[in-house]
């Protein structure tokens, strides 16, 4: 009798495809397409009374699917369990086993930290059992996730708006998004001053530079006008010298390779790729991509870990591949190993590439534009991270009159280092640039050129972003590194937070949702909490907590608080208050407010009925109009022609009635918060997926970028002055309308041939139809003459 084939079922096709070419013919390998059976949407489907027994239902819609394992597994030999190497997957496989019937005998459960030829065939070698543990965890923060969710959503329906719904970790995400705002808004701008000298060597042409005050022994505040001025009057009356001169040689070491909370930061900054879908792009490159000559090759490592581990084959490949396309002083004396923080569970790898040999831009022709910038990211950073040290050559000067200090520094790259690969991207603004300071000596004289003193402001903290917002997460304990990205999605979706550019803003609802929640459920938004109940799920997984356990005693309070609060809101609606805009309804005036509707959020009018005034909603974005200094906006509009929707940039006072204040500032590019560092301007990029440039649009700015060289840039016709090549270059454009022409004189000539043979034809059908009604007449009237003479005939007869 002939083996039995193994079956071996992943969780997605291009999974099964990749798999399927590493194992050969023995195999038949088959996808689930994620999740088979689940808790039912329709009810709780959690008996808690019983001790928290879910009631699993396979998923609609995957009979077939579910039918065809069914038969696969009952025909096959050995059935391997191969699903992602996580909680999640460790229940899709144990979900498989209960729902196929498949027994214990014929079961064997294998994870692919990378889906490469060597770690499949290996795993397969050595399969284990369905971990029990892993499998509780996940029931554990499934069903605590359905409680929360099912018991506390009806009662923000009831009291607030239907639609709502609450969870553990995005209910505290809100939380946060929302006392930012709050921190803003309370936030009491302090005045300070800074003073800057414009010094020179005393001969002239040997070099001129500018410091900054710094204080006298120690750093000094300068909080209004008068102590400015009292500083520049002592300043003016005495001279300048070079107090200190201090030369050193700084060095940087690179990042560590990415976890899944870096990754998705790193691709926000630098991609502006959100969360969800970094780690649909990631899930792709992970599961395997058509290479030319190689077929489907898994390119990265798992991409849900917040491990910084990394193995000694990977660390040794980078090794020779550094020292090989590199040199040897680009590789460390020692191999950088790198320690996980302490809540890490330390399951997987770090991401890396699966073979640093698979240069990003060598296979790029294979990749999608989204792929292959996201590989490229993940593979220089791996990269770049056993590489050496950067250096640079630091200088600090330290200027001094009547016992101030005037501070000057500026470093230079020495040797590059692990920067000829990659250097991380940072949330916050990056430090002003420095001009390079001439060869000063200490004790040297300085003549001052100016002196200037400027007003500044303390600053508000920044919004969160999402790469900020995931990292505010991750330093609390909150989530897991499959949660962060479906935590934002949610938010986003029910509209508790919005996304202006980069930022995250709480709506009203989300507001007012999260005031209900820290006033009546505080365990469920704090952060403390959270924490905890995240590091207890971590002891299931261990085998230290059972499962059930930890839902009864969560549920014990749970239960109280709740029933506690639908009795003190007993017939009472909380109102949520509408956003309003500072956009006016040119129909009756008032500030417009901020709607939802089935395609999203709009402006309308707060005077409906009688005032039906509706727009599409206005963003504000950074910076300042160039022309007037309003603010700019971010607005759309529909094609006449084609009906579909542009987005465009312009000033505020845009088609304002103010005729004295009226702008016609108007563009497609988009503005940043970065200004101009040589004239002050705003600055503007080209719109777009990807990161993009940012240039000066100042045509009086040294600093000014010209279209052509802006990118996506096409050149216009020249509507000059013909001069004889112009009109050379415009001869095939004559030919080019010269064949227009005839063909459509052709085309109307075609068209009049056609009209005259209708008219002809439609002509004989009508003298035909005429002739034949004429002929059938004439027979008629025969006809009933012969009838008639027969009738006489037959009459005489008688």
Request: proline share 5%; with cysteine; hydrophobic share 35%.
């Amino acid at each position: 009798m002939p083996n039995k084939t193994d079956l071996v079922i992943v969780e997605s096709p291009s999974k099964a495809k990749t798999i399927g070419k590493y194992l050969g013919p023995g195999y038949e390998v088959k996808a689930s397409m994620g999740h088979v059976r689940d808790l039912p949407k329709s009810k709780l489907g959690v008996d808690i009374e019983k001790g928290f027994v879910p009631d699993y239902q396979p998923i609609k819609g995957k009979e077939d699917v579910i039918s065809d394992l069914k038969k696969a597994a009952k025909k096959s030999g050995r059935v391997y369990l191969a699903t992602d190497p996580d909680r999640e997957g460790e229940a899709i496989s144990w979900h498989l086993k209960e729902l196929l019937g498949i027994p214990d005998d014929k079961t064997y459960r294998v994870t692919f930290n990378e889906i490469t030829r060597n770690v499949v065939n290996q795993s397969i070698a050595a399969p284990r059992a369905i971990d029990q543990d892993l499998v509780d965890a996940q029931q554990a923060r499934r069903i605590l996730d359905r409680i929360v969710g099912y018991e506390l959503s009806p009662l923000l329906w009831k009291k607030i708006r239907r639609g709502l719904s609450a969870g553990r970790v995005q209910s505290v995400a809100t939380r946060l998004v929302v006392e930012r705002e709050e921190e803003i808004r309370a936030f009491v701008p302090q005045e300070y001053w800074s003073i800057e000298a414009d010094l020179a060597r005393v001969a002239p042409n040997l070099g001129s530079f500018k410091a900054q005050f710094h204080g006298r022994d120690k750093k000094m505040e300068l909080h209004s006008r008068e102590e400015a001025e009292q500083v520049l009057a002592t300043v003016w009356q005495g001279s300048f010298s070079v107090a200190k001169v201090k030369r050193q040689e700084k060095s940087r070491q690179p990042a560590p390779p990415f976890t899944t909370s870096t990754l998705q930061q790193e691709a926000s900054r630098k991609l502006n790729m959100s969360p969800a879908r970094t780690m649909s792009i990631a899930q792709q490159l992970y599961e395997g991509v058509e290479l030319s000559g190689q077929g489907a090759v898994g390119l990265i490592t798992y991409m849900r870990t917040d491990s910084l581990r990394l193995s000694e084959e990977a660390l040794a490949a980078a090794k020779d591949f550094i020292l090989h396309r590199y040199g040897g002083e680009y590789y460390p004396a020692q191999t950088r190993r790198f320690k996980a923080k302490g809540n890490a569970q330390d399951a997987h790898e770090a991401i890396r590439p699966s073979d640093v040999t698979l240069v990003p831009d060598e296979i790029k022709k294979d990749l999608t534009s989204e792929q292959y910038k996201l590989y490229k990211l993940i593979w220089s950073r791996f990269l770049s991270c056993q590489m050496a040290n950067a250096v640079y050559d630091s200088l600090s000067i330290d200027v001094e009159n009547s016992g101030y200090i005037f501070r000057a520094s500026h470093s230079s790259l020495k040797f590059s280092g692990f920067t000829a690969v990659y250097e991380e991207g940072k949330d916050e603004d990056e430090e002003e640039k420095t001009s390079p300071l001439p060869d000063l000596k200490e004790g040297e004289p300085l003549d001052c050129r100016g002196l200037k003193e400027d007003q500044h402001f303390t600053q508000p903290p920044a919004r969160y972003s999402e790469a900020s917002l995931i990292r505010a997460l991750e330093e609390k304990g909150i989530g897991r590194p499959s949660t962060y990205a479906p935590t934002i999605t949610t938010i986003l979706n029910r509209e508790y937070v919005v996304k202006e550019g980069k930022a995250l803003r709480p709506t009203p609802l989300g507001e007012v949702v999260t005031g209900l929640m820290k006033d009546k459920f505080n365990d469920i938004v704090d952060y403390a909490f959270t924490a905890q109940m995240e590091e207890r799920l971590d002891k299931v997984e261990e085998g230290d907590v059972n499962w059930k356990a930890l839902l009864n005693d969560f549920y014990g309070d749970f239960s109280a608080e709740l029933h506690k609060a639908e009795q003190e809101l007993d017939g009472e609606r909380i109102k949520v208050p509408d956003e309003v805009s500072e956009e006016i309804c040119p129909q009756c005036g008032r500030n417009l407010v901020v709607k939802s509707g089935r395609f999203g959020r709009f402006l309308a009018c707060p005077g409906w009925p009688e005032c039906d005034f509706t727009m599409p909603l206005v963003v504000e974005m950074p910076g300042k109009c160039p022309k007037c200094g309003g603010r700019l906006l971010k607005r759309t509009g529909k094609s006449k022609k084609t009906g579909k929707q542009y987005t465009y940039y312009c000033c505020e006072w845009v088609n304002s009635k103010d005729e004295a204040r009226k702008c016609d500032f108007m563009t497609w590019d988009v503005p940043v918060k970065d200004n101009c560092p040589v004239c002050g301007w705003t600055m503007f990029k080209k719109p777009g997926k990807g990161a993009k440039k940012p240039y000066c649009i100042n045509e009086v700015c040294s600093n000014f970028t010209p279209e052509e060289k802006r990118g996506g840039w096409k050149p216009k016709p020249a509507d000059s002055a013909d001069t004889g090549e112009e009109k050379a270059e415009k001869k095939p454009a004559a030919k080019k309308t010269a064949a227009k022409k005839t063909a459509a004189t052709k085309t109307a000539t075609a068209k009049k041939t056609a009209a005259t043979k209708t008219a002809t034809a439609k002509k004989t059908a009508a003298t035909k139809t005429a002739t034949a009604k004429k002929t059938a007449a004439k027979k008629t009237t025969t006809a009933k003459k012969s009838t008639a003479k027969k009738s006489g005939a037959e009459k005489a007869e008688g």
